[in-house]
C-alpha cells in the first residue's frame, strides 16, 4: 500500500485554506460590499470597475498553502517570488491569512470589517495596485513586467545560506529572454556559502490570448530543456483536487529533502560537484476552481480566465448570479466565523512569526542591511602636485579601492561585484588580487580567476547581473554593477522598474532602507574608437532622469580622486540608484584628494586656477562635464588665454548633474542665486558635456542664461578612429569649443576671425594626419596643461 504525504486531514486542511484564499481573492476582484455572503449578492455589492488577474491566482493560492506546510516541517527559512506578479490577489490574500498583512495594516484587521477593506481597498482608488506590489508584505518582485522573477531570486540567495526562495515562474514569463538565460543561474550557486531556489514552472498552458510556448511541447520535450540547463524537474499534474494535492507535497518534501541533502554534502566535505538543483513543474489549469462556461464560452483552463472572468453584472445582469454561485463554491461559511476571523484549525496551518513568508525580513531587507567597512578612499589618491599630470587610467585607481572593500567584508559576505565580462575590461583587475569570479561550470587549465566562490560573479547577461544585484541589495547587501555605457540600455526597463520600488517603498514607514543601486559605466563613449558606433551610446542617463528626483543621482567625476570620492558616497548611500560614469584609459588629473572631495562634495564649482575673471566679470563661462569633456575644455581655455589674453574666462565644472536642476526640482538641485552665480545672468555659457546635448538644456530651461547655453556634446557620429576624432566628429573638440566661443564673442574681433581660420585649418590637418598615420596629432597627444603655447598653426 502506497504512503500517502497528507493525512486525510491534512488534506481536508490544507484544501480549505486553499479555498479560503481563493474566496477572498475573488473577493479582492470584485466585492464592493458583503465580504462575507451573509445576505444575497446584489448588484450595489459589486465594483463598478473590476479589475486584475484571475487566471495565475489559484495556482499560486495552492503553492503558497503547501508551501506553508513545509516551511513548518522542516522549519524553512523562505520566501516566496510571484514571477507572474499579476497575481496578486493570491500574495495579498496569503498574507493576509497567515496575519502578516493585519500587523502592518492593523486597519485591514482579521474581521468582516477588516475583510470589507481588503477587498476594497485592491485595484480601487485609494488602495493598493493589482500586482505583488512593494506594498504587499514578503513581496521583493512586483512581477508587473515579466522576466526577472528567477534571477531576483538567485540574487537573493547568494551568501544566504539558510535561506530557500521558492520563486513561482509563470509559462508565460518563460518565453522571455531574461528568465530563458536565468535558468543558468545554477552554474553560479555554491550550496556552501549561498542559499537554494526553488522554481515552480507554474504551467497553466495560456497567457493573455494566447497559448504559452512551453504548454505546447511535449512533456518529454520539456523535461530535456530543463535538464538540460542543469535541473531535475518534478511534475505535478492534473486538475482534481484531492490528487493534486497529495502530488504537490510529496513532490514538496522530495525537492526539500534534496536540497538540504545537496547542502548537507558540500558542507561537510567542504567541496562539491555542480548539483542538480531539484525543482518542480505545476501543471494545473489557468483560472483553476474558477467559472468553467459563461455565455457558452469555455473559460476554466484556457485563456479566457487571464483576467475577469465575469463581466460586470451592470451590463451583464446574468453574471451576478454566476459570480455569487463562484464565491459560495467555496464555502466561506466553513472557513470563517460570524465575525469574519479565519477558523482556529486553519490558521494554525500557517508558520509563526518571522517563518510566515510575508513576514520574513529577508523580504524587507533594510532590516538586515549592516554598513560596509570602508577603506579611507584618500589613501588610494593619485598625487596631483599641479593640474594636468599623468594619469594610468581612472577606473584603474578606483580598482585598488574596490579591491579593498571585498577585502574588508569578506568575513560579512555583504558586497559584491556584477558585470557581464567586463571587470577587467572596466579596469577592476585589481579586484582579482583578493577574490575570484564565482563558477561553478566546468573550468579548463587556462582560465582565470574562476572558483566555486568569489566576490565577483560575471555572466554575458546583462540581464541576470542586474537581476542578481538587484535581488542581493533587496535583501539586505550591498553591491555594484559595471558595464560598458552603450550597453546598459539592455536593463533600461529593469532600472525603470526597480527605480519604481524605490520610489514607492520609500514612502511606505515599514519598508527599510535598501543599499543603492550602483553602475559603473565605464568604456564610455568618447573612448570607444577601437569598438566603433555600436558601442558609442551615452543615452542611459537621459533615461535614468525621467525617473523620481527622490531616486535618481548621476556622477560624471573628471579625474580619478573625484571617482574615488564619488564613489565612496555612493556605496554608503540607501535608497538610490546612483549612475557613475568615469573612464578607464591614461588621463590627465587635475585636483588633488583634498580638492577633489571639496569639489564632489559641492558638486559643481569654479576651477579657479584654470579661470582668469577673478578681478572682473567672465566675458565666457567654459563648462564642461564628463572627463573628455573637461580635457577639451581645458584645452581650449589654453588656447584662448594664449591667443586672445584680454578675455574673461571662467572654468565650471560639473560632477552633480542634477546640481544643474532648480532646487525645486530635484533635492541637489542649486538655488537660482548659486546657479547665476556660477553661470551669470547673460554671459555665453559654451557647455561641453559628456552626453547628447539636449539633456543639458532640459535641465537648466527654467534658469536665466538658458539662451545663452550653447551646449556641445554627443549626436550621434562616431565610427572606429582615433580618441581625439571622436570628439571632431561632434564639434566637442577644443577647437571647436574655440571657434564657438568667438562666434558668440564680437569683441574678440580681427584677432578672432584670424584664430578661427587657423583653428579650421588645424582641423584639416588633423583629418589628414589621422588618415595617414592613425593617430593623432603629436600636439594633441602630447598636450598638458600649463604649457608654454597652445600651438594652433601647423
Known amino acids: ?67 506553508n506546510r513545509v516551511i513548518k516541517k522542516y522549519d524553512v527559512d523562505m520566501i516566496y517570488v510571484s514571477g507572474p506578479g499579476h497575481g496578486g490577489p493570491a500574495v495579498v490574500s496569503n498574507t493576509y491569512l497567515e496575519g502578516t498583512y493585519s500587523e ?80 543558468h543561474s545554477n552554474k553560479f550557486l555554491n550550496p556552501i556559502t549561498d542559499g537554494a531556489v526553488l522554481p515552480i514552472l507554474h504551467l497553466n498552458g495560456y497567457k493573455i490570448s494566447n497559448p504559452t510556448l512551453l504548454a505546447r511541447i511535449t512533456h518529454e520535450e520539456l523535461e530535456q530543456l530543463l535538464r538540460g540547463y542543469g535541473w531535475t524537474p518534478y511534475f505535478v499534474e492534473g486538475n482534481d483536487p484531492p490528487l493534486m494535492h497529495e502530488g504537490m507535497a510529496a513532490t514538496l518534501d522530495v525537492a526539500m529533502e534534496q536540497i538540504k541533502e545537496i547542502q548537507r554534502e558540500a ?49 451583464h445582469p446574468e453574471h451576478l ?9 467555496y464555502r466561506p461559511e466553513e472557513l470563517f466565523d460570524e465575525h469574519g476571523r479565519l477558523n482556529p484549525e486553519l490558521a494554525e496551518l500557517a508558520p509563526k512569526g518571522e517563518r510566515r513568508m510575508g513576514a520574513n525580513p529577508h523580504a524587507n531587507g533594510g532590516i538586515l542591511l549592516r554598513d560596509l567597512r570602508m577603506p579611507d578612499f584618500r589613501e588610494y589618491a593619485v598625487s596631483v602636485p599641479e593640474p594636468g599630470v599623468s594619469g594610468a587610467g581612472d577606473t584603474h585607481v578606483l580598482g585598488r579601492f574596490l579591491r579593498d572593500v571585498v577585502a574588508s567584508n569578506e568575513e560579512r559576505r555583504n558586497f559584491r561585484v556584477f ?50 544585484l538587484e535581488g542581493y541589495l533587496l535583501t539586505g547587501r550591498h553591491g555594484l554593477f559595471n558595464c560598458y555605457e552603450a550597453f546598459i540600455h539592455i536593463v533600461d526597463s529593469m532600472f525603470n ?143 584662448m588665454r594664449e591667443h586672445l589674453p584680454e578675455l574673461r574666462i571662467r572654468v565650471v565644472n560639473v560632477v552633480d548633474l542634477m546640481k544643474l536642476q532648480p532646487q525645486s526640482e530635484h533635492p541637489h538641485g542649486l538655488s537660482d542665486t548659486v546657479f547665476d552665480e556660477l553661470f551669470t545672468r547673460d554671459k555665453p555659457v559654451i557647455f561641453a558635456f559628456h552626453a547628447y546635448p539636449w539633456l543639458i538644456h532640459r535641465l537648466t530651461y527654467r534658469r536665466a542664461n538658458h539662451d545663452n547655453i550653447h551646449v556641445r556634446g554627443y549626436k550621434e557620429e562616431g ?20 571657434m564657438d566661443t568667438i562666434d558668440r564673442l564680437p569683441q574678440t574681433g580681427a584677432k578672432g576671425v584670424y584664430l578661427k581660420q587657423q583653428l579650421a585649418d588645424k582641423l584639416i590637418e588633423h583629418k589628414q594626419y589621422i ?9 594633441v597627444r602630447h598636450w598638458k596643461w600649463g604649457a608654454p603655447k597652445a600651438a594652433v598653426a601647423g
Open 321 to 329: 448570479a454566476l459570480l455569487e454561485q463562484w464565491l459560495r463554491s
Open 719 to 738: 565610427t572606429i578612429t582615433t580618441p581625439f576624432d571622436m570628439t571632431v566628429l561632434n564639434d566637442l573638440d577644443r577647437f571647436h569649443l574655440v
Open 771 to 779: 588618415n595617414t598615420y592613425g593617430e593623432d596629432l603629436p600636439e
Open 419 to 468: 558585470g557581464p565580462d567586463e571587470t577587467l575590461s572596466n579596469g577592476l583587475e585589481a579586484l582579482f588580487e583578493v577574490t575570484n569570479r564565482q563558477w561553478n561550470a566546468a573550468t579548463v587549465p587556462n582560465d582565470e580567476f574562476l572558483s566555486t566562490t568569489g566576490r565577483v560573479v560575471e555572466v554575458l547577461s546583462e540581464h541576470q547581473c542586474e537581476g542578481w
Open 104 to 183: 502592518i495594516y492593523p486597519n485591514i484587521s482579521q474581521d468582516e470589517e477588516g475583510l470589507q477593506r481588503l477587498f476594497l481597498q485592491f485595484s480601487f482608488p485609494g488602495g493598493i495596485p493589482s500586482h505583488a506590489s512593494p506594498e504587499c508584505p514578503g513581496s521583493i518582485h512586483e512581477g508587473g513586467e515579466l522576466g526577472y522573477s528567477l534571477s531576483h531570486s538567485f540574487g537573493a540567495v547568494f551568501d544566504n545560506p539558510d535561506l530557500v526562495v521558492a520563486c513561482v515562474v509563470g509559462d508565460g514569463e518563460a518565453e522571455t529572454g531574461p528568465l530563458a538565460t536565468a535558468w
Open 497 to 639: 522598474q526597480h527605480a519604481k520600488w524605490l520610489k514607492v517603498t520609500g514612502q511606505l514607514a515599514w519598508r527599510r532602507k535598501i543599499a543603492s543601486l550602483n553602475y559603473l559605466l565605464a568604456s564610455h563613449v568618447w573612448r570607444q574608437d577601437h569598438n566603433g558606433f555600436t558601442h558609442q551610446d551615452p543615452g542611459f542617463i537621459d533615461h535614468v532622469v525621467n525617473k523620481k528626483a527622490e531616486v535618481v543621482r548621476v556622477y560624471l567625476p573628471p579625474d580619478s580622486n573625484c571617482l574615488l570620492s564619488v564613489m565612496d558616497h555612493c556605496l554608503r548611500s540607501r535608497h538610490y540608484v546612483n549612475v557613475v560614469i568615469a573612464g578607464k584609459h591614461p588621463a590627465p588629473q587635475w585636483l588633488s584628494m583634498d580638492a577633489a572631495v571639496k569639489h564632489c562634495t559641492e558638486g559643481v564649482g569654479i576651477w579657479q586656477w584654470a579661470s582668469n575673471d577673478q578681478d572682473a566679470a567672465p566675458d565666457v563661462v567654459m563648462a564642461c562635464c564628463g572627463d573628455v569633456p573637461t580635457l577639451e575644455t581645458l584645452a581650449a581655455v589654453s588656447i
Open 267 to 315: 558542507r561537510a566535505r567542504g567541496s562539491f560537484a555542480r548539483p542538480r538543483w531539484p525543482m518542480i513543474v505545476l501543471n494545473s489549469p489557468k483560472g483553476w476552481t474558477g467559472p468553467k462556461v459563461v455565455d457558452g464560452l469555455q473559460i476554466e483552463g484556457t485563456f479566457r480566465s487571464h483576467q475577469v472572468p465575469l463581466s460586470d453584472p451592470a451590463t
Open 1 to 67: 500500500m502506497t504512503t500517502k504525504t497528507l493525512t486525510p486531514d491534512m488534506l481536508q486542511k490544507i484544501d480549505a485554506y486553499w479555498r479560503a484564499a481563493n474566496y477572498l481573492s475573488v473577493g479582492q476582484i470584485y466585492l464592493f460590499d458583503n465580504p462575507l455572503l451573509k445576505r444575497p449578492l446584489a448588484l450595489a455589492d459589486v465594483k463598478h470597475l473590476l479589475l486584475g488577474h484571475w487566471g495565475t491566482t489559484p495556482g499560486q493560492n495552492f503553492i503558497y498553502a503547501h508551501l
